[in-house]
Antibody, heavy 118, light 107 residues
Framework: EVQLVESGGGLVQPGGSLRLSCAAS????????MSWVRQAPGKGLEWVAN????????RYLDSVGGRFTISRDNAKNSLYLQMNSLRPEDTAVYYC???????????WGQGTLVTVSS | SYELTQPPSVSVSPGQTARITCSGD??????AYWYQQKSGQAPVLVIY???KRPSGIPERFSGSSSGTMATLTISGAQAEDEGDYYC??????????FGGGTKLTVL
């Protein structure tokens, strides 16, 4: 069974930093692209960043580029999101997602809440 | 930047067919995925690769795609199907994007 478990969310002041983690199990982690998706309170889903299988290629939402860094450790079956210079508008539930591939459906974690407030 | 366009809301009576559309220029070449989200819960995948249904999703959920529009159809909608529905796809270079979401009301 595919499982994705996020951790690391919490309350942080504007301008602060936070590192999210996602522990993956139930599939061969190193063979899938992975993403972070967020949802601000009362708003829709927003893709944030993704990373390819070996970590050599990364994409970012324009508004987080230069502030957020996605990374992975295939030996630990883990995905990360380092978030710096956080802004109130980054407040959201952040989900870890196994990206879809041909013939293979996407999978989501349950999310971790990040609140940026003074 | 690339956008997927959904109607903000769709309303049907119980037992009727609900159709939610998603339009995007890259959809002729890219798969569409559909998520259902109920209040306070994580999104649930209901359709992937345009028309495939994950295990455990009722048969009343179906998907199709033609040209620049993908459609999620709920045949015989039930009260439990109320919620927000999001389409997902990528642009021509593989950059992911979600539609703005559609609120389905069944009453």
């Amino acid at each position: 069974e595919v499982q994705l478990v996020e951790s690391g969310g919490g309350l942080v002041q504007p301008g602060g930093s936070l590192r999210l983690s996602c522990a993956a199990s139930g599939f061969t982690f190193s063979t899938y692209w992975m993403s972070w998706v967020r949802q601000a309170p009362g708003k829709g889903l927003e893709w944030v960043a993704n990373i390819n299988e070996d970590g050599s290629y990364k994409r970012y939402l324009d508004s987080v580029g230069g502030r957020f860094t996605i990374s992975r450790d295939n030996a630990k079956n883990s995905l990360y999101l380092q978030m710096n210079s956080l802004r109130p508008e980054d407040t959201a539930v952040y989900y870890c997602v196994r990206d879809p591939s041909v013939g293979s459906q996407p999978y989501w974690g349950q999310g971790t809440l990040v609140t940026v407030s003074s | 930047s690339y956008e997927l366009t959904q109607p903000p809301s769709v309303s049907v009576s119980p037992g009727q067919t609900a159709r939610i559309t998603c339009s995007g220029d890259a959809l002729p070449k890219k798969y569409a995925y559909w998520y259902q989200q109920k209040s306070g819960q994580a999104p649930v995948l209901v359709i992937y690769e345009d028309s495939k249904r994950p295990s455990g999703i009722p048969e009343r959920f179906s998907g199709s795609s033609s040209g620049t529009m993908a459609t999620l159809t709920i045949s015989g909608a039930q009260a439990e199907d109320e919620g927000d529905y999001y389409c997902y796809s990528t642009d021509s270079s593989g950059h992911p994007v979600f539609g703005g979401g559609t609120k389905l009301t069944v009453l």
